[in-house]
């Protein structure tokens, strides 16, 4: 069986963790076929991302029952080799990666769905940090993510507490930006991200950009960062043709 597969939808690439009997759980094979998922992603006729599970489950984060790899004793060297090569890879596309979360993610999978640029959960979506739980800190980006969609007390407080979060939690906490009936999630986030695919030009992709820079920028440097894109956006094709348009609707 495909650890994780991959269809397109016009210009919108799906990516299905499917491992569903251990709720799409992380082992090698999954790494390996996000890796491909990711390189499939980078293709320029792909506009947007949808990411989510097979059965019920979004994520259980590592599958602590699989084999280990020969470098498990070292457990950063393990990390940056499998984990952290296809977050990196993740936060490298300049399109938009929606999640769908559909049941629980748990540990790396709570990570994972953090990485995406939107997140729409179903009623049955759970957000388990699990890392303290058993003596560990996040990893694949957890904390990183957590701290910037939820704020240090927030982060604080689910990665050391082992407070569950709900879909109805995470809608109110700003975790997520919507909760629909499971059986509309993976209908609606295709529709989403079929929008912003069809958006002109490279206002998604460059807005992007900006924004995953801007934590880390003075208010100069993002001044000059704006005005760059700013230029490349001017002049990429169907930019033109989108402002004609809208000239003419306010016409009317």
Known sequence: MTAV??????????????????LNAVDDSVVEGMALAWREAADSAVRAVVLTGAGRGFCA???LKAGR??????????????FNADMLAMAALEKPVIA??????????????????????SHAARFVPAFADIGLVPDGGGSYYLARLLG?????ELLTTGRRLT????????LVTEVVEPVALVPR??????????????????????LAGAARAHLAEQL?????????????PGRAAARAAKIDEMKR
């Open 5 to 22: 597969l991959t269809e397109r939808y016009g210009s919108v690439l799906l990516v299905t963790l499917n491992r569903p009997e251990v």
């Open 61 to 63: 984060g590592a599958d």
């Open 69 to 82: 790899r020969p470098d498990a004793s070292r457990p950063a060297g393990g990390l940056r080799a499998t």
């Open 100 to 121: 769908a979360v559909n049941g629980p993610a748990a540990g790396f999978g709570l990570s994972l769905a953090c990485a995406a640029d939107l997140r729409i959960a």
């Open 152 to 156: 240090y007390a927030r982060a604080f």
């Open 167 to 174: 879909a109805a939690e995470a809608l109110g906490w700003g």
């Open 189 to 210: 986030t295709l529709d989403l991200a079929a929008r912003l695919a069809g958006r002109p030009g490279l206002a998604v992709p460059l807005t992007k950009r900006l």
């Open 224 to 236: 000059e960062e704006e005005a760059r894109a700013q230029e490349a956006a001017l002049g990429a």
